[in-house]
């Protein structure tokens, strides 16, 4: 009887070491994930403003599509409620993390302007447009949500 209080007692201190620890972990591992997204849209930004040039207004300008897999949780990696995108000198991610804490990361880049000053997306797979235009402040990288349908090539 006592090997079988022992042994009990024995798991719960582990597990209470362990959890804590696991929890740790994937936050830490949505805090690079979310970096990752930030970089990824950066450097699609950056790519876009280096090798194109921006069209007058009221002209489709060049285009780059980037997908954003926002984690929706598992063992490795705590989940995402929403994921906040704002532009600027470069681009800001904010992450609200569903244990209650925000991760945000802003890459520096090209001036962006995201549609509808930011944009919020739930967790899982979205894909992105991302176009060069020009305004009245020079060249700037537009982010928007790309439509889905089957007329988009």
């Known amino acids: 009887m006592i090997r ?5 007692l024995l798991a719960v201190a582990i597990a209470g070491v362990a959890f804590p620890a696991a929890d740790a972990a994937r936050a830490d591992a ?3 994930k979310v970096g990752s ?4 849209l950066a450097h699609a930004a950056t790519a876009l403003s280096n090798a194109e040039d921006p ?5 489709a300008g060049a285009q780059r599509h980037v997908t954003l897999v926002v984690p929706s949780g598992s063992w490795r990696a705590a989940g995402v409620s929403r994921l906040a995108i704002r532009g600027g000198d470069g681009v ?3 992450a609200t993390v569903t244990s209650g804490g925000t991760v945000v990361r802003r890459v520096g880049g090209p001036r962006v302007r995201v549609v509808g000053d930011r944009l919020v997306l739930g967790p899982g797979r979205h894909r992105l447009k991302l176009t060069l235009a020009s305004d009245t402040g020079g060249a700037v ?3 928007e949500p790309a439509r889905t349908d089957s007329t988009v090539a």
């Open 55 to 59: 069209t007058p207004a009221g002209v």
């Open 141 to 143: 990288i537009v982010i």
């Open 37 to 40: 997204m930030a970089d990824e």
């Open 4 to 8: 079988i209080v022992l042994s009990c």
């Open 30 to 32: 949505t805090t690079v």
């Open 92 to 94: 800001e991610l904010a």
